[in-house]
């Protein structure tokens, strides 16, 4: 079994302190699983990254960047030239599930269920792109960084302020109803959580801050329901090509009476959080996977494309 292990944490996308919550997390829990760990905190350089790398010689990088460069394809990029094996997806799955856009094409085509939604180029509309209300999404952040809902009688235009990084966005119809989530380990979905805050919807803040949200596991839903989720959830990890561990998120829209609820698939993260209040080591408690075996079991299963 490998022994060495390096944490890549921190990085330079807007979700640096998840990231680096995160990988002070797996780390204590891969030494409590019997491995030898090096943390490194990164940014940029991929010269001082290399560099590092040669320096700890790890067996196995366990990635917990996350965002843009760490999520993306870039850093697996490497790694596969290093020929270094690593967690999580590898270059193709992790460039295809961050776009965003690209992403719900690949679901539609598959028969996956996605909110109705267009990418909108900077300028290229003048009013709204869909009735309102709809939701305005970066292409490639992660934890919900950037994320505007633009409900009936808003003054705010975000589209017309453009408050974003990159010349595109998606813009999705708005899904009423409940904010669920399944965690995918390897070839099986390990269960369905319901997340529910009072602050209406599930923003950075009540995703990461203590008390923002309250978790259901296992999530209220009928029999057939949940198998589904799950039946979508492992769906989605399997058109991204996803390995490892994958968390899919989706909106359960069963607020019309006299219709059947609906699922919508809104976005896989190939790198999910793995802090106190994360979601798949919570899943993953709940059907008996203690947090060291889980980032054993991903340890176990890195490897690279080189």
């Not at 917990?64 to 760490?70: I, T």
């Not at 290229?124 to 994320?147: A, H, I, M, T």
Request: hydrophobic letters at 40%; charged letters at 20%.
């Amino acid at each position: 079994m490998s022994r060495r292990v390096t944490v890549l944490m921190g990085g330079a996308s807007a979700e640096r302190d998840v990231s680096l919550r995160s990988g002070a997390a797996a780390a204590d829990a891969l030494r409590q699983a019997g491995f030898a760990v090096t943390a490194l905190d990164i940014g940029r350089d991929p010269a001082a990254l290399i560099a590092d790398l040669t320096a700890t010689r790890p067996d196995v990088v366990f990635n917990a960047l996350h965002g843009r460069f760490g999520e993306d394809g870039c850093i697996q990029g490497l790694l596969d030239l290093l020929g270094i094996p690593y967690t999580h997806s590898g270059l193709l799955a992790s460039a295809a599930a961050m776009d965003k856009g690209f992403a719900r094409t690949l679901f539609a085509q598959a028969g996956i269920p996605v909110a109705a939604g267009r990418v909108v180029r900077r300028g290229e509309v003048d009013g709204d792109p869909l009735p309102r209300p709809y939701v305005v999404k970066p292409l490639n952040e992660g934890s919900s960084v950037g994320v505007h809902i633009v409900r009936p009688g808003d003054g705010r235009d975000p589209l017309a302020e453009w408050p974003f990084d990159g010349d595109c966005v998606l813009v999705e119809a708005f899904i009423p109803g409940r904010e669920l989530t399944v965690a995918v380990m390897g070839d099986r979905a390990l269960g369905v959580l319901e997340i529910t805050s009072e602050r209406g919807f599930y923003d950075y803040e009540a995703k990461y801050a203590p008390g923002g949200s309250r978790h259901l596991m296992p999530a209220p839903l009928s029999e057939p329901d949940y198998a589904l989720a799950c039946d979508l959830a492992l769906k989605a990890h399997r058109v991204l090509g996803c390995r490892g561990v994958s968390r899919t998120d989706l909106r359960y829209d069963d607020t019309h009476p006299h219709q059947p609820p609906q699922f919508y698939v809104l976005e896989v993260n190939t790198q999910p959080g793995m802090t106190a209040t994360s979601l798949v080591p919570e899943i993953a408690a709940h059907v008996g996977i203690g947090f060291p075996e889980l980032v054993r079991w991903m340890v176990e299963d890195a490897r690279c494309d080189g």
